[in-house]
């Protein structure tokens, strides 16, 4: 190539970087090309540098940057100088408050896609794509509690296993459990909840699940912990729980119903209570109505719908059930990702050994998203306890909630 056809050539390299840094909001970061042309910020240090492979990687990149950086990152194509979590902070944050053109092309991008349903043959499709991929996957890094949610940190310095036990205590105490009474658990992971629910509060316990590999997992622990007669996991969807109890609670599963099934899994809920019943929904949400990240949704939890509370509120309004309580654990959701992130780090080579570098930088960059996601505000993390409308035996104070 002649020089002027060099120069022509980095000043088209150089027009494309400017253009995905502006699409993006002009976050601070320094995109780069690996002939070494640069685009940053004109003041200040960049959080990281962000360098592709090719042209091609970037022109992918251009065409649909929330879809196609995470598989072009995935397969090798871009190289990250600095900390991941803040380099996504820093293009959530200039993405989401630059207005716009950046907030008008994620609108636009979001308004065209659409999730995978989730009937009952879309859910078990969707959940076994996520978490049928291995018990000895997740065990690497969820920390000894198997649990996959939100923790709950009485204070910041509290460790992950210390933190997951106090989400569960937590949920329990909003519950207000007593001893001999019966639970439905919509949705039950690899069974802890349900196992400390029986264990620390003498309740007896039905939990459905459609991940064959993690009731597996929770029926075998069970049975080694002498649990079995007190816990009975079900292999089946949510909307066949049938029954009455006590209390309903789901931790972590309303991701995955879809906005289409929230008016069922309210009547589900409704069918199962009685008039003194009480129930608890664990689930990401968001401050207002918005597609799940596409990249996400497509390569990691397809499928899934993190609502706002009032798209919450169709599980509730249809069937006349009070809310009592809602608080927000966002920040208790960025910090169990951060040790999630940490252990998944720690377990890499592992990892690699289990699939190939293609997942190990998959999922790396899944759960850096996530805690950027949730420590800038982009996601949050809502509990919502409730009751039918017609119940009086509702507390006065929180007190319970700390103290015992």
Known sequence: ??????????????????????????????????????????????????????????????????????DAYSDGLVAIDGDLVNLLESVYHSSSSGGGRASLLRRAAGALRRPRTNTRSGSRDNIHHHYDIGNDFYALWLGSTMA??????????????????????????????????????????????????????????????????????????????????????????????????????????????????????????????????????????????????????KRIFPGAYPPSLAEMMRIFEPWNFSVLDVENLRLHYAQTLRHWLALYEAA??????????????MWRLYLAGSVAGFACGTLQLFQVLFAPGESNDIPWTRAHLYTG
């Open 348 to 361: 890499s080579e592992r990892v690699r050994r289990m699939f190939d570098e293609k997942f190990v930088r």
């Open 148 to 297: 996959y949610t939100c923790a709950y940190y009485p204070s910041p310095t509290a460790s992950l296993d210390e933190a997951q036990t106090a989400k569960m205590d937590h949920v329990c105490r909003k519950l207000r459990l007593e001893a001999g009474e019966r639970v439905v658990e919509a949705g039950c992971g690899w069974g802890t909840l349900a196992l400390h629910m029986a264990r620390h509060y003498g309740v007896r316990v039905r939990a459905f699940n459609i991940s064959h590999q993690q009731l597996q997992y929770a029926r075998e622990r069970a049975a080694r912990e002498g649990l079995a007669s007190a816990v009975e996991y079900v292999e089946d969807d949510y909307r066949n729980i049938s029954g009455r109890y006590d209390a309903f609670v789901s931790v972590g599963m309303l991701e995955h119903v879809g906005p289409e099934n929230y008016t069922t899994l309210g009547q589900v809920a409704h069918r199962c209570l009685d008039g003194r019943g009480r129930g608890l929904i664990h689930s990401i949400g968001r401050n207002r109505p918005a597609p799940m990240q596409p990249w996400i949704e």
């Open 1 to 70: 190539m002649t020089d002027g056809g060099a120069l022509e050539s980095s000043s088209f390299d150089y027009w494309l970087l400017s253009r995905l840094r502006s699409s993006l909001g002009d976050p601070p970061v320094e995109f780069a090309m690996a002939s070494g042309v640069r685009v940053g910020p004109g003041d200040g240090t960049p959080v990281a540098r962000v360098t592709f492979a090719s042209r091609a990687a970037l022109a992918s990149t251009m065409a649909d940057p929330w879809l196609r950086f995470g």
